[in-house]
């Protein structure tokens, strides 16, 4: 079973107590940082700068580019992924949705990532660690969060809150992998901090 050991600073817990998710259905499920916890504001939002850009999306609206959403994933899963062709346990993505901006720009007509709406995480379990838990499932901790409330999971049920959108991505774990390079196209660098990540804590 491939693994990935966890950047130190990032754990996943419920948000309010200790490092670890407690059992019970409905529980916020957040990756955090610990510069995060020290300041009281749990979110996803240091994915940003901290994380490894993963790939992005722009979806059209009735008048042009209406979101962008833009995929992060912690130190050393794309390094991971790359070895083994699939996630390794303990592989967070965040998929952060913007709305679009947009104005003449001198390169023309453009739209580019505005105001904060929400995040989308999955967390890999190869695990079972949280059985008959209705936002693990599938190998996935699947979870929610609202740029007005950003330490409160708000998915309460994979199969109501996910599933249908993401069946069309079965065959590669319930991911969109088609719109991630740096998974399949290995010819640039290797990430760069994962062998430091690597060497720090690993999720439990
Ligand atoms: C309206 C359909 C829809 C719903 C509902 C939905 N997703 Fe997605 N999700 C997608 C699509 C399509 C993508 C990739 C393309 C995009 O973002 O436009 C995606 C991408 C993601 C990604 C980035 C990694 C990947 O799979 O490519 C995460 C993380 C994610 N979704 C989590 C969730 C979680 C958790 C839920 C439920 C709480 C959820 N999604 C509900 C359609 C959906």
């Known amino acids: 079973m491939a693994r990935i050991r966890l950047d130190r600073r990032i754990g996943?817990?419920?948000?309010?107590?200790?490092h670890r998710p407690r059992r019970r259905a409905g529980r916020p499920i957040l990756p955090l940082c610990r510069r995060q916890r020290r300041h009281h504001h749990a979110g996803?939002?240091?994915v940003r700068g901290e994380w490894d850009f993963l790939g992005a999306w722009a979806v059209q609206g009735e008048d042009g580019v209406a979101?962008?959403?833009?995929?992060?994933?912690?130190?050393?899963?794309?390094d991971a992924y790359r070895e083994?062709?699939?996630?390794?346990?303990?592989?967070?993505?965040?998929?952060?949705?913007?709305?679009?901006?947009?104005?003449?720009l001198t390169t023309g007509d453009v739209a580019w990532s505005g105001e904060e709406v929400l995040w989308f995480v999955m967390i890999k379990?190869?695990?079972?660690?949280f059985p008959g838990n209705s936002i693990w499932a599938k190998d996935w901790g699947w979870a929610l969060f609202l740029a007005e409330d950003p330490a409160t999971n708000t998915a309460t049920?994979?199969?109501?809150d996910c599933m249908a959108c993401h069946e069309p991505a079965r065959q590669t774990d319930w991911v969109y992998t088609q719109g991630y390079p740096a998974l399949h196209d290995t010819t640039g660098p290797r990430p760069k901090r994962a062998a430091e990540a690597n060497q720090a804590g690993r999720m439990r």
Do not use: N
């Not at 379990?125 to 660690?129: E, S, V």
């Open 84 to 104: 083994t062709g699939e996630f390794a346990d303990g592989t967070v993505l965040v998929k952060e949705v913007r709305k679009a901006a947009r104005g003449a």
């Open 67 to 78: 979101e962008f959403h833009t995929v992060y994933t912690q130190p050393g899963s794309i």
């Open 125 to 129: 379990d190869q695990r079972d660690r």
């Open 12 to 18: 996943v817990v419920d948000g309010r107590r200790g």
């Open 44 to 46: 996803p939002r240091t």
């Open 157 to 160: 049920d994979v199969e109501a």
